[in-house]
């Protein structure tokens, strides 16, 4: 089969600055035994893959897979090519991702993913509960892939923010940080997130003038993303615009590389970094300002 991308065949377009990043369940329907297609299914519950999956679809544990054994950091540009090799990607596949919660480790991994420069990169708009809700197929089958020589580029941290820039951008009046966590987060209501002990800070609150604005905001009720005209007045009301210089911050990034990406591939603001290092970092760090 082919890899056909024209929007035709993608999620009707909504106005996003770049719709060839949305396929349809449709889309994938068509190309479940395409071989310059791999699915990866990307969950925040990492027990969803074996209940059932897309045919074909591989699973990342972002618990697992992509995190430094002993760094609280990414795996490196070896272990990264070392994966997409292991399952039978080349530098050529298209890489659809999805998951669960509106696609929210799926844009974790998109964000990762594009940092070590895979070109042909697409989310499966609506992501897992779309698929289960349209009653498409789903396996337990666990795909074996023949393995590849990928060959991945050294990641561009410029889509990564740290520590100091957030701090050394706290008076900068051309910054925009996003608060993407829950209202009770925000205001320091919520200190610890029940089941995920590992995510604690020992303060609660939020990064002096961060807006709060919380990820789920940018998707309907069935997962997919809201139209552009409804995300640019979701954003534009609090003053995050093309111009700014944005970073978007959770708790440990991933929420907030769901907004990077709406800002980034569906609105195409030109300067968004993603904080990975978020609460968890923030909330334990000696000094660092916080508001409630």
């Given amino acids: 089969m082919s890899t056909d991308t024209t929007t035709s065949s993608m999620t009707p377009a909504s106005g996003y600055a770049h719709p060839e990043m949305l396929v349809d369940t449709e889309w994938v329907a068509q190309h479940l035994n395409d071989r310059d297609v791999r699915l990866i299914e990307a969950d925040e519950d990492v027990l969803l893959y074996e209940i059932g999956h897309i045919p074909g679809a591989v699973k990342l544990d972002w618990h697992v897979d992509v995190q430094d054994k002993l760094n609280r950091d990414f795996i490196n540009q070896q272990e990264f090519e070392q994966l997409m090799s292991h399952w039978g990607i080349t530098n050529n596949t298209t890489i659809v ?93 919520l200190l610890h ?73 569906l609105l195409g603001y030109p300067r968004v970094r993603n904080y990975d290092g978020s609460w968890t970092e923030w909330g334990n760090v000696v000094r660092a300002p916080i508001e409630k």
Wanted: with cysteine; proline share 4%.
């Fill in 97 to 189: 991702l999805y998951g669960d919660k509106n696609n929210w480790y799926a844009c974790y991994s998109f964000w990762l993913f594009n940092m070590y420069g895979h070109q042909s990169l697409k989310i499966m708009n609506g992501g897992r509960t779309r698929w289960e809700n349209e009653k498409r197929p789903t396996t337990k089958a666990v795909p074996h892939y023949e393995a590849t020589s990928y060959h991945a580029q050294a990641m561009n941290e410029t889509l990564r923010a740290f520590r100091d820039d957030v701090l050394g951008g706290l008076k900068n009046p051309e910054r925009r940080l996003i608060d993407v966590r829950s209202q009770q987060e925000y205001s320091g209501e």
């Fill in 193 to 265: 997130m029940v089941n995920y002990p590992q995510e604690g800070a020992q303060r609660g609150g939020h990064i002096p003038g961060a807006k709060s604005i919380p990820w789920a905001t940018a998707a309907n009720t069935d997962g997919t993303f809201k139209s552009a005209e409804e995300l640019r007045q979701i954003y534009g009301s609090k003053d995050i615009t093309p111009d700014k210089d944005v970073i978007s911050y959770c708790r440990i990034g991933e929420r907030s590389a769901h907004t990077w990406f709406v800002l980034t591939q």
